[in-house]
C-alpha cells in the first residue's frame, strides 16, 4: 500500500461544477427573470460564497450536484480494490488496465496489505514471495493459453492502474461508504487519500463527506463496526490515526 499514488486528474472541474450548481440553483429559484440569453448568463457568473456551497450540498437536491464529472487516477492498488470500487456503477465510470490484453510475465508488482505491513519486513517479503510464486505459474501459462486465460491465475494483489470518473454526489457518497471501518483497510485508504486531495481543493463541498459516524450517527444499523471515529475528524486525522505507518503529514 505503500506505493499507492492518488491524482485528481482535471482539479478545474471543481471549481465549474461549483459555478453549475450555483447557477442551477438560482435557475430554478429565479427563472421568471430570465428572458434571454444575456439574463441567463447573468446568472450564471454571478459569484458564490463558501457559505453558498454549503447550504446546496446539504439540501436534498443531488442533481444540482451532477453537473461535473471528477476523474481521478489511482496507480498501484490492488485488483481487489477494482473488484469492490466497481460495485459503485450509478453515474461512476471506470478505466482499468486490462489482465486480457496487459501481459504480467515479466513486470509485477504486488500491493501489500495494511496488516502485513504492521508485521514488518519479514511476513512482507513472505508475501510477496508467494504471489511472485504465483506470477510464475502465471507466465508458464501465458505461454500455453496466453495472457488472458493466464490471467485467471493473477493474485487479487497484483497492482493496477485505475481511472475513476464521477460526479461530485457520487464521490460524496463513496467516500462515505467506503472509508467506514467496515471496509477493507486498502480501500478506505485509498478513498480517504481521495477525500483529502478533494478537501484541500473544495473545503466546503467535501467537507462533510466522510463515515456517518463523523457526521453524527452511523446509519449503518445494527450493521455497524462498533468502532466509531470523532466526530468531525477530517481525511488527514482519520489517516494518522488509523495508517500511521503510511502517513505523511
Excluded at 82 to 88: E, N
Excluded at 121 to 141: G, P, Q, R
Excluded at 182 to 201: C, F, G, H, P, S
Aim: hydrophobic share 35%; net charge positive.
Amino acid at each position: 500500500m505503500k506505493q499507492i499514488q492518488i491524482k485528481i486528474l482535471n482539479p478545474k472541474v471543481i471549481s465549474n461544477a461549483e459555478k453549475m450548481m450555483a447557477c442551477a440553483a438560482r435557475l430554478t429559484q429565479h427563472g421568471e427573470k430570465i428572458h434571454n440569453m444575456d439574463d441567463f448568463m447573468q446568472i450564471f457568473e454571478k459569484p458564490h460564497t463558501d457559505n453558498f456551497i454549503k447550504k446546496m450540498v446539504s439540501l436534498p437536491h443531488p442533481t444540482l450536484q451532477k453537473l461535473g464529472a471528477i476523474n481521478v487516477v489511482v496507480v498501484g492498488a490492488s485488483r481487489r480494490f477494482l473488484a469492490q470500487i466497481t460495485r459503485h456503477q450509478n453515474e461512476v465510470k471506470f478505466v482499468s488496465a486490462s489482465l486480457q490484453y496487459s501481459d504480467y510475465s515479466d513486470d509485477s508488482q504486488f500491493c501489500v496489505p495494511y496488516k502485513i505491513l504492521e508485521k514488518g519486513s519479514a511476513a512482507v517479503n513472505e508475501y510477496e514471495t508467494e504471489c511472485k510464486k504465483i506470477m510464475e505459474t502465471y507466465k508458464d501459462a501465458c505461454e500455453v493459453v496466453g495472457n488472458d486465460a493466464a490471467g485467471y491465475l493473477a493474485p487479487q494483489g497484483l497492482r493496477n492502474v485505475l481511472i475513476i470518473s464521477a460526479t461530485p454526489y457520487q464521490w460524496i457518497h463513496m467516500i462515505r461508504q467506503r472509508s467506514c471501518r467496515r471496509n477493507t483497510d486498502e480501500t478506505r485508504y485509498v478513498m480517504l487519500r481521495i477525500w483529502e486531495q478533494l478537501y484541500k481543493i473544495s473545503p466546503a463541498w467535501f467537507k462533510l463527506c466522510g463515515p456517518f459516524c463523523t457526521r453524527g450517527k452511523c446509519e449503518e444499523g445494527y450493521m455497524w463496526c462498533l468502532n466509531r471515529m470523532d466526530e468531525g475528524m477530517l481525511p488527514a486525522d482519520i489517516l494518522k490515526t488509523d495508517f500511521p505507518i503510511l502517513y505523511e503529514g
